[in-house]
Structure formats: structure tokens, C-alpha cells
């Protein structure tokens, strides 16, 4: 049964709601599973260079403020270009970063590299993809963006262990060379696929939020209502969920570039240390297939709530975990 009646769409076998979701799954994948497989690549650099561990860890820094100011233009870009050349452009950007990294031998090369077109690029691939997903549905649109964000989940669960089998292979600066011209080749076909709705299912969609919003009003507004930008910004609700936003990623992305390396210099093997980082991938991958599954069910707040809580005693839960383990060595 399709998610929105589309008389252009209907007889097809697949409604082509489904075949965005995918591409934008893949999309993800590969652009987060770079992303994250950053602390792989950590301790091979300190190694070949001697870098101190603060001095490479600016290069997720400038990559992470890079990537978040161009959060708000991408999106703009979204709403206004044709969305196969712009997502192109996005693939060029990765491929073109990752394949020069291989090539640097002083730390600013690296910052300038890793930071500025891998975080354009991957901000345009970033989270102003929801915005496509919801123009195709109206029905089970939970289900739609919880499997596009699963991608983030499966692409780190895979590229960890993929970064440490080609840097064991091939060494680190093949790797940056064969990540940068396969993730480029897969983002520009995803890059074909992406697109968005014929008007008339549009629509249907614009129609379909002004019914929500009129049953489900919970201060005085008109029945449907659009937000201008600075409008939006203005409102706690869009606040809060930023602070949220802010809150998670920067906690999530100190764990995911600082583990691997933390557990290499504890004795660990680089291939376990790797696994630690794709079990942060696979357990993502799980949550958000469960709750985009949930959020049709249990509202988008209350998912909300469910994941901060569990992220954030998960964190809270970490440093007794170090504690244990150093009682257990003096034992």
C-alpha cells in the first residue's frame, strides 16, 4: 500500500517514495561512515607524523564547525536547486577531500582538507535530508525517515572495520585513496535517484500537515501556518530541539573519534578497537529502524525523550565503567 496516492505512481510496483528512501539510506551511509571512521585513521597519523593527539584532533574540530555552519545554507540550496547537481556536487566535494588527504604531510594540510570540502560536502549530505523524505509522505513518514537515518547507523557500523582492514592492507594513505573514489562514485549514482515529488503529490502533502495541525493545535494559531525562517528560530520548541541536537552530536562525536585511538594505546588491537567504534554504528542502526517505527505511534516528542534519556545514561555510565576496569588491574 503506498504511503500517498500518486496518480503518476500508483500502478508502479514501487511507489518512488520508497526508491528516495533508499538512495538517501545509501546516501548516509556513506557520508556519516566517513564521518565517524575518522578515529580509525586517528592513531596511523599520529604514528606517521608524530602528531600530539590535541593537534589531530583539529582536524574533526575544524571538519565538526565547518560541517555544522553549513547546516542552514545546505538546506537553503535544498529548497532551491535542482537536488541530482547538488547532491553531485556533494560527491565531487567527498571524493575530492579524501583522495588528497592521502597526500598531506604537515598537520594544516589536514585541517585544510579534512575540514573545509569534506565538510561542505558532507554537510549538503547531512540533516537537511529529512526535508526531501517528508515532501514524498504523509503516511508512515516515521517509518521512511527512521530507515534513511538507519543509514548513519549501518554506514559506521561498516566503515570502521572496512577503515582497519584497508589501513592493515594497503596502509592509511590508500585507504584515503580508495574511500575518497569509491564514496564518490556511490554518492553520484544515489546522487540520480534523489529527487523531489511530482506537484501533485506535494500536494497532498502541504494539504495532509494543514489537517494535522488543526487537530493537534496546542496554542492559539491559525489552522496551518508557515514559518519564516526568523519566525522559527524564535520559537522554544525549535530551540530546544537545538540545544538536544547540540547536546548529542558534540557527546557523540567525542566518543566516536577518541575511542579507537584511547583503545589502541591501552593494548588493545586496532581490529577490536574498530569494533567498538561500528558497535556505536550497529546499536544506532537498531534505534533509529525501532524508533522510526515507534514515532508513528508514540509521537515524535515522546520518541525524543526516549533517545536523550538512553544516550545520556549511556554516557553517564561510562566513566564507571573506567573505574571498574582500573579496580580490576590493581587487583
Given at each position: 500500500m503506498n504511503s500517498m496516492a500518486d496518480p503518476n505512481t500508483k500502478h508502479h510496483r514501487i511507489y518512488n517514495g520508497w526508491v528516495v528512501v533508499a538512495a538517501c539510506f545509501v546516501l548516509w551511509a556513506v557520508a556519516f561512515g566517513i564521518q565517524f571512521s575518522f578515529g580509525i585513521f586517528f592513531k596511523p597519523l599520529q604514528d606517521s607524523f608524530g602528531w600530539s593527539r590535541g593537534a589531530t584532533s583539529w582536524a574533526m574540530t575544524i571538519h565538526l564547525i565547518v560541517f555544522a555552519l553549513c547546516m542552514i545554507p545546505a538546506g537553503w540550496a535544498i529548497d532551491r536547486f535542482n537536488l541530482q547537481i547538488l547532491f553531485s556536487v556533494a560527491a565531487l566535494l567527498v571524493g575530492f577531500s579524501l583522495v588528497l588527504c592521502s597526500r598531506i604531510s604537515e598537520p594544516w594540510q589536514l585541517y585544510l582538507l579534512y575540514g573545509l570540502p569534506l565538510g561542505v560536502g558532507t554537510s549538503i549530505c547531512g540533516p537537511a535530508i529529512p526535508t526531501i523524505i517528508t515532501r514524498?509522505?504523509?503516511?508512515?513518514?516515521?517509518?521512511?525517515?527512521?530507515?534513511?537515518?538507519?543509514?548513519?547507523?549501518?554506514?559506521?557500523?561498516?566503515?570502521?572495520?572496512?577503515?582497519?582492514?584497508?589501513?592493515?592492507?594497503?596502509?592509511?594513505?590508500?585507504?584515503?585513496?580508495?574511500?575518497g573514489f569509491a564514496g564518490c562514485i556511490i554518492l553520484l549514482v544515489c546522487a540520480g535517484y534523489i529527487k523531489n515529488p511530482p506537484q501533485s503529490v506535494t500536494n497532498q502533502t502541504i494539504l495532509a500537515i494543514g489537517k494535522s495541525a488543526t487537530h493537534n493545535r496546542t496554542h492559539p494559531l491559525l489552522p496551518f501556518q508557515t514559518m519564516t525562517f526568523r519566525q522559527a528560530i524564535k520559537t522554544r520548541e525549535i530551540l530546544l530541539i537545538i540545544l538536544a541536537s547540540i547536546s548529542?552530536?558534540?557527546?557523540?562525536?567525542?566518543?566516536?573519534?577518541?575511542?579507537?585511538?584511547?583503545?589502541?594505546?591501552?593494548?588493545?588491537?586496532p581490529s577490536v578497537a574498530a569494533f567498538a567504534v561500528a558497535t556505536i554504528g550497529g546499536f544506532s542502526l537498531l534505534g533509529r529502524m525501532v524508533m522510526g517505527f515507534f514515532q508513528d505511534k508514540v509521537g515524535v516528542r515522546n520518541s525524543m525523550v526516549i533517545c536523550l534519556t538512553t544516550m545520556g545514561?549511556?554516557?553517564?555510565?561510562?566513566?564507571?565503567h573506567q573505574i571498574r576496569s582500573d579496580l580490576l588491574l590493581v587487583r
Open positions: 514524498w509522505f504523509t503516511e508512515k513518514r516515521g517509518l521512511a525517515l527512521g530507515i534513511t537515518s538507519a543509514g548513519v547507523g549501518f554506514g559506521i557500523l561498516a566503515a570502521a572495520p572496512l577503515s582497519n582492514i584497508l589501513i592493515t592492507a594497503y596502509g592509511w594513505r590508500n585507504a584515503f585513496v580508495i574511500f548529542a552530536n558534540i557527546s557523540n562525536r567525542m566518543i566516536s573519534v577518541h575511542i579507537a585511538p584511547h583503545a589502541m594505546d591501552t593494548g588493545i588491537s545514561g549511556c554516557m553517564a555510565a561510562l566513566p564507571f
